[in-house]
């Protein structure tokens, strides 16, 4: 696993290397080898339209709010992205809780690097194992239903170093996000596999094109003569100045060939572009395919139809996993989880229209009784603290005018 994982990071970090260059290439010209970015884009724009905002649980405003705290204390807005990102890289990434402060629960997410995990017959996770290293010394934490037990290695033997109990949890503190495409896809499944067949093939075309950009792509100049008997005839007589200015015997015939085109690699890179378009559904024009005429708005939305179902589907599956590990992080700080089953992660619109065309839609449908002020607030794109603010604040002025109306 540890080699897939490997390989599968260097595919996104560009590092790669390819099994063979090329029938005509000669092993030196891994010098001029260049990789197609194609694996890191189909993973950063799908991310990139993933967007947590919050917590909502019909009903309840204390629990929201609270979940956002400890939201915001973990830092888990840059966190979950990180792991949502390792999650399409590698197929998976974990998020675990633990004792953080008297009121504030821990939680971290990991890669799918040093972790192992069983599960029951049911599928649940009732066991993990976690191995990480700190200042040269490598630790494992072993997670089971109740407790977590943390060992150091000391001269090739495992000792225990802490025990962590968790009364009344029938779980351990690991919860899995996993990509999932299939249903036997248990352990996730990478969103690069996908395209690593055609990204290699673009990158053999932007190698060659390095050759022929390096050797067939500069004009040539000759000159012909019969005063040119041999190489040190010709060092004689040919002078060159600064590259501009070439002379040469008396009665010789000058000319230039003209450098080859390259134009045949750029179509070629850019039908590999267009494959990986309909493969994940990123928009030509984020791939770097330009026409010759600006996209509408409109036609840009369109061409984002595919890319947002996409995203849609990933805010279903990764918000699951979200929302049960803020149900284990409620349940380990002692708050009554029965009926939170409900609790939803709401998620920033990937599809990012015109905020002026929504925000107009939304007031027009508050003004008609449609929805109510709070979920028009919903649609502002206001942050969080902006929200409760307002929210508050409609609140005092309900109280005020039912005392008024008493």
Not at 101 to 121: L, Y
Not at 285 to 292: E, F, Q, R, V, Y
Not at 343 to 357: G, Y
Not at 373 to 395: F, I, M, W
């Amino acid at each position: 696993m540890e080699g897939n994982c490997r390989l599968l990071e260097d595919y996104y970090e560009g590092a790669t290397h390819l099994d063979a260059l090329g029938v005509s290439l000669p092993p030196n010209v891994r010098l001029l080898e260049m990789v197609a970015p194609f694996p890191k884009f189909a993973v950063d724009v799908l991310t990139e339209a993933l967007n947590p905002e919050g917590f909502l649980l019909a009903g309840d405003k204390d629990i929201p709010a609270l979940l956002r705290r400890w939201w915001q204390a973990n830092n888990l807005d840059t966190a979950i992205k990180l792991a949502i990102t390792e999650a399409l890289v590698q197929g998976q990434a974990f998020l675990i809780i633990g004792y953080g402060t008297e009121s504030t629960p821990r939680i971290t997410v990991h890669t799918k690097r040093g972790m192992a995990v069983h599960r029951d017959h049911m599928g649940n996770v009732d066991e993990a194992l976690r191995v990480y290293t700190v200042d040269d010394i490598t630790y494992a934490a072993h997670y089971l239903p109740g407790e977590t037990l943390y060992y150091r290695q000391d001269s090739g033997l495992w000792k225990p170093v802490d025990v962590q109990t968790h009364p009344g949890l029938d779980r351990p503190l690991v919860v899995p996000i996993t990509n999932r495409l299939r249903i036997d896809d248990v352990d996730g499944r990478s969103e690069i596999l996908d395209v690593v067949t055609i990204s290699d093939a673009a990158s053999r075309t932007l190698t060659n094109m390095q050759v022929a950009q390096e050797l067939l792509a500069m004009p040539v100049r000759y000159i012909f003569s019969d005063g040119i008997e041999s190489p040190a005839t010709l060092e004689e007589s040919l002078k060159s100045y600064f590259g501009h200015f070439i002379a040469g015997p008396d009665g010789g015939s000058a000319g230039q060939i003209p450098g080859a085109s390259l134009q045949s690699f750029i179509d070629a890179y850019k039908l590999y572009a267009q494959i990986i378009s309909s493969i994940t559904g990123i928009p030509p024009s984020m791939l770097g395919i330009a026409t010759d005429n600006p996209a509408s708005a409109e036609a840009m939305r369109v061409a984002k139809d595919r890319l947002i179902g996409r995203a849609e589907v990933k805010q279903d599956m990764f918000g699951d996993a979200i929302e049960d590990a803020a149900r284990l992080a409620l349940a380990l700080y002692g708050h009554d989880v029965s009926g939170l089953e409900t609790l939803e992660l709401s998620w920033r619109d990937p599809a990012l229209t015109s905020a002026s065309a929504k925000t107009a839609s939304m007031l027009q449908a508050q003004a008609q009784g449609v929805v109510s002020a709070e979920t028009a607030r919903d649609y502002l794109q206001l942050t969080p603290e902006q929200k409760a603010r307002e929210n508050a604040a409609a609140d005092e002025l309900a109280a005020f005018r039912a005392q008024l109306g008493a």
